[in-house]
């Protein structure tokens, strides 16, 4: 009988074989000659090692993908690896993404859509002007690439992302471009501080979706609201008409009702033969823990209460938590490369082997609530899930098993050692966020096995 991981993992190698196929590969490689000839190291080989591998340095995972039988050095297999372009990574990221598509939703039928950014640290190269930043002149930088992803929530699925470098780096034009090409049903994006422009509220408008963006205070420096016509204090819940233009005359400057938008700030819908954009904004301002907090939405007020509208915002965090997982169970901060072409397969990479690891998480986790577990679950103390970095690690291994040379496949067990890691549910728990000064990759020299 073959199980749901096994299948997944021969759904993942028939991804792989099809980038490989002479219709596809000569668009995913720097050349017609790249890998035309039969070579020790395949195409397939490559993406396997890329797409599985843990934090071990390139020679040891050679050894072990090869089992130790007359394995490539890594000379040889980092001349492979330079043959293939990045998008081939994008391309296998879609593809299983589209074979097993995210179908959870809200109760009003919506998926929900996180939009968050988050940088990855690279290997130290001043010379590297693409990623390569300093704070101020005469001081150390770093160097960085930075993810901008779109994130379904409920699914646990990474399914967009533009990676840019930190110098260049837009997460406003990035938001923009991710939503006009996601191709989904009707969805709800959220976002935080970074994203609240009127271009993006206008983008997600026009492709007819819904939003809820944390916006900066109305009191606070370079706040949107400030010209809305907003209460200056307190709690609120109101809605807002606005007619958006560039022109400033008589007609615009200081009347009630109209926003100016200087030269310099983007927004895609207005031109010389449409001056002005109407819109709408519905405003929530709240006080939390000691502070206040304001949303901006194009949820009707009718249909979504304030406190509904502020639980969905805050579910966003669940982004938050899968970056983590991305650079640690993942090992995005483990990098093998320092071409920042490989440096980009790295992460998409790492985005697919999350996503895999997800895909089989929310399988197993249905199958256990079919069972009657999660039931049984209740009565203790705390409510369980899977712990996704033991299963990440899991999936990986086995798949990493049965992709190598070494005999075997893809464990019938995998979704039972999966089920019996569990970690409790611990809802409202906050802590103080550690940001770390160093912004340094973890070295070559010192990586463990």
């Known amino acids: 009988m073959t199980t749901f991981c096994q299948r997944l993992y021969k759904d993942v190698q028939s991804c792989i074989d099809s980038l490989a196929a002479p219709e596809c590969i000569g668009s995913i490689v720097t050349s017609d000659a790249a890998f035309s000839r039969r070579r020790k190291i395949s195409f397939q080989d490559v993406v396997n090692t890329m797409l599985f591998a843990g934090p071990s340095p390139l020679q040891d995972l050679c050894n072990s993908f090869y089992s130790f039988n007359a394995p490539p050095t890594k000379s040889a297999f980092i001349q492979a690896r330079d043959k293939i372009l990045p998008e081939a990574f994008e391309r296998l990221f879609r593809m299983v993404n589209a074979i097993y598509p995210c179908s959870t939703t809200l109760e009003n039928g919506m998926p929900l859509i996180a939009c968050d950014g988050s940088g990855y640290n690279t290997p130290y190269d001043p010379s590297n002007k693409a990623t390569y930043m300093a704070n101020r002149d005469g001081a150390k930088g770093r160097n960085q690439l930075h993810l901008n992803c779109l994130y379904d929530v409920l699914s646990q699925r990474y399914i967009d992302c533009i990676i840019q470098g930190v110098p260049d780096m837009n997460e406003t034009a990035a938001m923009s471009a991710m939503v006009d090409r996601y191709e989904g049903p009707k969805s709800l994006f959220v976002a935080d501080r970074n994203y609240p422009s009127l271009n993006n509220m206008a983008h997600i408008h026009e492709n007819g979706h819904?939003?809820?963006?944390?916006?900066?205070?109305?009191?606070?420096?370079?706040?949107?609201?400030?010209?809305?016509?907003?209460?200056?204090?307190?709690?609120?819940?109101?809605?807002?008409?606005?007619?958006?233009?560039?022109?400033?005359?008589?007609?615009?400057?200081?009347?009630?009702?109209?926003?100016?938008?200087?030269?310099?700030?983007?927004?895609?819908?207005?031109?010389?033969?449409?001056?002005?954009?109407?819109?709408?904004?519905?405003?929530?301002?709240?006080?939390?823990?000691?502070?206040?907090?304001?949303?901006?939405?194009?949820?009707?007020?009718?249909?979504?209460?304030?406190?509904?509208?502020?639980?969905?915002?805050?579910?966003?965090?669940?982004?938050?938590?899968?970056?983590?997982?991305?650079?640690?169970?993942?090992?995005?901060?483990?990098?093998?490369?320092?071409?920042?072409?490989?440096?980009?397969?790295?992460?998409?990479?790492?985005?697919?082997?999350?996503n895999i690891s997800s895909i089989a998480v929310m399988h197993e986790a249905r199958r256990l609530e079919r069972k009657g577990k999660a039931e049984a679950a209740k009565r203790r103390k705390h409510e369980y899930k899977i712990n996704f970095t033991t299963a990440l690690h899991s999936v990986r291994e086995s798949f990493w098993t049965a992709a190598s040379k070494k005999a075997g496949g893809v464990s019938m067990g995998l979704g039972g050692t999966m089920s019996a890691s569990l970690t409790p549910i611990r809802p409202g728990r906050a802590n103080t966020r550690k940001l770390r000064k160093d912004k340094r990759t973890v070295s070559f020299c010192v990586r463990y096995c």
């Open 210 to 354: 819904h939003y809820i963006i944390r916006i900066k205070d109305i009191d606070a420096q370079g706040s949107l609201l400030r010209s809305l016509g907003l209460p200056e204090s307190g709690e609120f819940d109101e809605t807002v008409h606005a007619t958006l233009t560039r022109r400033r005359n008589k007609a615009t400057r200081g009347s009630k009702g109209y926003k100016i938008l200087s030269d310099s700030s983007p927004f895609d819908f207005i031109d010389s033969g449409h001056p002005y954009y109407e819109a709408s904004y519905r405003v929530i301002r709240y006080e939390n823990d000691g502070g206040w907090y304001c949303l901006i939405t194009n949820l009707p007020e009718g249909e979504y209460p304030k406190g509904e509208v502020i639980a969905t915002y805050w579910r966003r965090w669940d982004i938050e938590k899968s970056y983590f997982h991305l650079k640690y169970a993942a090992c995005l901060n483990c990098i093998h490369s320092r071409k920042n072409g490989a440096l980009i397969m790295e992460a998409w990479a790492a985005m697919t082997l999350y």
